[in-house]
């Protein structure tokens, strides 16, 4: 494994990681296409728990809310989509080490792979500077998302499940009905039906965010 480029260590500090152990942070921005035994992989199992309790205490210091809405807050904040968005916001894409075929494939901006880096790299700053290090991270990188209330909307999922028990109707019915581009890619194209009453199909990078992309666009058809 090469070293970590100077241009990406600069990057990492400007974004307000501070990088000890060159090593890891490499390993963390480091997709497993690329061969080397040293990826991603345990980082992001780690920063996954790091964001998840960030997010929680700062929803339950700022936020005069039920547990349930709090709930909301929290899937909302720690989705794969949301880590994506946030690595795109401070320039992940660019310096993820990713093999040609990857990149060829979409992998640079596959909400599944920057998701799992950015959680990688908080798992690093939690390994190399502690939790209050890796806390105040999280809280200063998700601050707008935190602040502009996202998350507050109730999940397309839970609404058309409500919408269906209240109008008599049977609880809906998920199916993946096409799987599309490699795994560190994937497309998934998912139906959602309510009998007598009609369908709706989404698509998006997981089966669970192509489910949610479905129930939104039943409730626009049907709700």
């Known amino acids: 494994m ?23 942070w490499l390993a963390a921005l480091t997709h497993g296409s690329t061969g080397e035994a040293a990826n991603y992989e345990r980082l992001e199992f780690l920063g996954d728990r790091v964001l998840g309790l960030s997010v929680a205490q700062w929803l339950y210091d700022f936020l005069e809310a039920p547990e349930g809405k709090l709930a909301l807050r929290l899937n909302a904040m720690v989705s794969r989509q949301m880590c994506a968005e ?8 660019r310096h993820l080490r990713i093999s040609k075929q990857a990149h060829a494939d979409g992998g640079r901006d596959s909400d599944n792979i920057l998701g799992d880096v950015m959680e990688a790299l908080l798992g690093a700053q939690f390994l190399d500077n502690g939790f209050g290090a890796a806390r105040d991270l999280v809280h200063f990188l998700w601050r707008p998302a935190l602040e502009s209330g996202e998350g507050k909307a109730k999940h397309p999922k839970s609404a058309l499940q409500e919408w269906a028990a209240g109008n008599q109707r049977r609880p ?8 599309s581009g490699p795994d560190h890619a994937a497309r998934f194209t998912v139906r959602v039906k309510v009998h007598k009453v009609g369908e709706a199909e989404g698509t998006a990078s997981s089966k669970q965010e192509a489910e949610k992309v479905a129930a939104a ?7």
């Open 2 to 24: 090469s070293g970590l480029d100077p241009k990406t260590r600069s990057w990492l500090e400007e974004q307000g990681f501070t990088v000890r152990q060159e090593a890891m």
């Open 86 to 93: 946030i690595g795109r916001g401070i320039g992940l894409p």
């Open 172 to 179: 809906p019915e998920y199916e993946v009905i096409d799987r």
């Open 217 to 223: 666009e039943f409730m626009e058809k049907f709700g």
